[in-house]
């Protein structure tokens, strides 16, 4: 079974009149567990509508969607934020962390919603935040730190509760080479060490490579869904 | 998410907009502040008050000639002559009012004082040898009135120690001759420095026997008041309604419709002026509770303000797992934590300025002034100024709650 099941899915804008757009027009696609998929595409070709909506931060409006099993209709709002809170984790272009409280808080963040005990917090958020290798920056404040520590911050923070699947939306877009290297190799140990299932948004197709499944989109419809062949190797970090 | 951590998310954000927190909750301060002022003041006005009537006794009684009035725009005839030696006389039969323990006839006049080229104007109270202790008084210097002095219309004179600086200085006053309406008097006591008792300032009069004020002052053969005062605080009541029914048997009346007399205790002014400080104070607080709701309405608008700007964080937070209604506890606390410290800095800031306003009082004019802790208001205050955080707080934490994520985190 598919961890993320999507079948003619489309999503419009507006009233559903002459005026609505429509961003996402029949979208069909299967992603299993421990999958790297990487969804390409000029800007403007749906690929974030998608994403959100494939992480339960939007509605489609036609069509279906079955993730784990169960489609997103059966979701109440409240039930929605559960799924994001326990089996999603996000990788923002921008980090969007808080950037006048620690690093440690930011990571925390996702627990505060989680319902697990405050006694485990602490050990869950340093974990994670090792795990990125960012302890030496534990108590420094998010606006302190590198874009590149930045980047490792969220990453962390959508670690933290061990989610099923981990969404990144462009998360080497703000960031200089070097860092966005080190950023996309966390990213690939994380779907073959710890067998995270990857949904990779971006548009640099070297940055693609790094998935197993490349999805190009274009005009809100799927243009080509191929593995990748020529895949980079996971200690090669440099062209 | 539990409460304990939206109360830290709350602070923390509220912490993170330190300054802009303060400017936001300065109309709830100024609002809180003005009620505490105005109710603590009230308080102490009040108290003074009741203190100066409790300075007569709790068992006085006034009777007091001419019909009571009925509301304040009745203006009975107080000054009128139904009070007379023989009502006087009828009061006295133990078997008429056995619960009478004194009795004084009481006229008053004003008059001007005068001693060499010195002149002082003054109230002139005739009152008989027993004002001293149904007023609570005694002499500085010199001796009170005795029963002779009544009888024989002395030309005794008891002064209080204003009018004794302002004609004498610092030279005796007993033994010395002052004269009022053409008449000599003789100064046998001064009264000490009392300052405002009751309702007279006993440092600005001149006491003389009534005897002696009805013949050679006023000319009259008639009464202002008579002064009683009951044995016990048990049977005020008792003697108000013998004081009825032996004077309307003197007057002849048997309609008590028809009383050209009414009668007053301690009690009644006490209520009187209570009441008209209590409403007073309620139209103040009214007053100052609209600027509360200014207040609340700028919160408000804030807040919206808030909601906007924190639009990201709003959308990050749902996107990490926060529900509408996590957001919604989170801005309403925000809301509710400011106007609640917005109360509290108010509930000090009014009690410190009653405190300043108290010394004033007391200090700089010499009145007998408490300074009222209005524990009840501050109570009320705190929870008022939670409650307008909790409505006018909801709209704006509505709002923030019911932002979509993708439409929060596309915002710049």
């Known amino acids: 079974m598919s961890l993320i099941e999507v079948r003619s899915l489309e999503k419009s804008y507006g009233d559903g009149g002459e005026t609505s757009t429509l961003a996402l027009k029949g979208i069909s696609l299967d992603v299993s567990e421990g999958e790297f998929v990487a969804i390409m595409g000029p800007s403007g070709s749906g690929k974030s509508t998608l994403l959100h909506i494939l992480g339960f931060l939007d509605r489609h409006t036609k069509g279906s969607y079955k993730f784990n099993g169960k489609t997103i209709d059966e979701f109440t709002d409240e039930e929605m934020a559960r799924v994001r809170n326990r089996e999603m984790g996000f990788v923002f272009q921008a980090f969007n962390l808080l950037p006048r409280v620690s690093v440690l808080e930011n990571v925390k963040l996702p627990l505060m919603y989680s319902g697990i005990p405050e006694k485990q917090w602490n050990k869950l958020a340093s974990d994670a935040i090792e795990s990125v290798g960012l302890s030496h920056r534990l108590n420094h404040l998010a606006s302190q730190l590198s874009g590149g520590e930045k980047q490792r911050a969220a990453i962390a923070r959508a670690l933290v509760m061990n989610p099923k699947v981990i969404f990144a939306d462009e998360p080497t877009g703000n960031l200089d080479s070097k860092s966005g290297q080190i950023v996309m190799k966390i990213i690939r140990d994380l779907n073959e060490v710890h067998k995270h299932t990857i949904v990779l948004i971006t548009h640099e197709t070297y940055t693609a490579e790094h998935a197993k499944v490349i999805i190009r989109l274009k005009d809100g419809e799927i243009e080509s869904n191929k593995k990748v062949v020529d895949r980079h190797k996971s200690d090669e970090y440099s062209k | ?412």
């Open chain 2, 1 to 412: 998410m539990t409460i304990k951590h939206s109360l830290k998310t709350a602070v923390e954000g509220l912490r993170t907009h330190k300054s802009r927190s303060l400017l936001t909750i300065l109309g709830i301060v100024i609002g809180i502040t003005s009620i505490i002022l105005i109710i603590s003041v009230g308080d102490g006005a009040q108290n003074l008050i009741l203190g100066q009537i409790q300075g007569l006794g709790s068992k006085t009684i006034a009777v007091i000639p001419g019909r009571e009035p009925k509301g304040p725009t009745d203006i009975a005839q107080t000054l009128t002559t139904t009070l007379k030696e023989k009502d006087l006389a009828a009061l006295l039969k133990k078997e008429n009012a056995p619960t009478i323990k004194e009795i004084m006839p009481l006229v008053f006049s004003s008059g001007t004082a005068s001693y060499g080229a010195e002149t002082y104007s003054l109230t002139i109270l005739g009152v008989s040898e027993k004002a001293f202790s149904i007023f609570n008084l005694d002499v500085a210097e010199g001796n009170p009135f005795t029963e002779d002095d009544i009888k024989s219309q002395s030309d005794g004179i008891v002064i209080g120690s204003k009018v004794k600086t302002e004609l004498f200085g610092a030279s005796d006053a007993v033994g010395q001759k002052i004269k009022i309406k053409g008449k000599n008097f003789r100064v046998i006591g001064v009264l000490p420095l009392k300052g405002q008792v009751s309702f007279f300032n006993f440092d600005e009069i001149a006491l003389v026997p009534y005897t002696t004020a009805q013949q050679y002052i006023l000319g009259i053969k008639y009464f202002n008041r008579f002064i009683v005062e009951a044995d016990s605080d048990e049977t005020v009541s008792r003697t108000v309604s013998d004081i009825k029914s032996t004077l309307r048997e003197s007057h002849g009346i048997t309609d008590p419709e028809k009383d050209d007399f009414f009668v007053q205790t301690s009690a009644d002014i006490a209520k009187t002026l209570g009441n008209i400080t209590s409403i007073l104070t309620l139209l103040l607080t009214s007053i100052a509770a609209i600027s509360l709701l200014v207040g609340g309405i700028g919160i408000m608008n804030i807040m919206l303000v808030a909601v906007t700007e924190r639009t990201r964080e709003i959308g990050l937070r749902k996107a990490l797992g926060a529900t509408g209604r996590d957001i919604l506890t989170q801005f309403l606390l925000e809301a509710v934590i400011l106007t609640g410290l917005g109360g509290l800095i108010g509930i000090i800031l009014g009690a410190s300025f009653s405190f300043g306003v108290s010394i004033i009082l007391s200090k700089v004019l010499g009145l007998n002034w408490m300074f009222v802790f209005p524990v009840s208001a501050a109570i009320i205050g705190l929870s008022v100024s939670a409650l307008v955080g909790l409505v006018f707080g909801i709209y704006p934490a509505r709002q923030a709650s019911q932002k979509s994520p993708i439409e929060a985190l596309r915002y710049e």
